[in-house]
Every structure is written in structure tokens, then in C-alpha cells.
């Protein structure tokens, strides 16, 4: 199917670079990357889904020692 997409720079940027690594066509590569996002399951090492959660991409990073903060306080 053939489209026309408007994609971030950093976006095409690094998929040009995987492209040209990886020998492959661009559009190989984003129908790729694509695919993987779609995907809605993640598996642990034994095959088992594995609960996962979206969070808002501006979302605070929560560190280590935030979370050792909070145990000690509990």
C-alpha cells in the first residue's frame, strides 16, 4: 500500500540509520517498527504475557532512590 506520511525528523532520522545498517529499504524498516508497536502483549521468558501500562510520554521519571525513599518511609 502506498501512502504519504508526514514523520518527525528524529523519527526518519533513526530509521534511515537502521535502514542503512541493516541493508534494508526504509519502508521495510517503519512497516517493522510499526508492527512492533501495534503489538499489545510483551512475553516474559517463559512465554507468558506480561502485564504492561501506557503512561503520558511527558510523564517524571520515577529513579532508584525514589523508590528507596519511599520504601524506607513505609
Given amino acids: 500500500m502506498r501512502a504519504s ?7 526518519y532520522e533513526e530509521a534511515q540509520r537502521l535502514a542503512t545498517s541493516e ?6 524498516v517503519l512497516s517493522d517498527l510499526a508492527r512492533k508497536g501495534l503489538r ?10 506480561f502485564p504492561t501500562f501506557s503512561i503520558p510520554q511527558d510523564a517524571p521519571l520515577i529513579t532508584l532512590e525514589m523508590v528507596k525513599a519511599a520504601e524506607s518511609d513505609s
Avoid: K
Avoid at 541493508?23 to 521495510?28: G, L, V
Avoid at 499489545?40 to 504475557?49: F, H, W, Y
Fill in 23 to 28: 541493508n534494508r529499504s526504509i519502508d521495510e
Fill in 5 to 11: 506520511l508526514q514523520i518527525d525528523d528524529d523519527v
Fill in 40 to 49: 499489545t502483549e510483551i512475553l516474559d521468558a517463559r512465554g507468558r504475557v
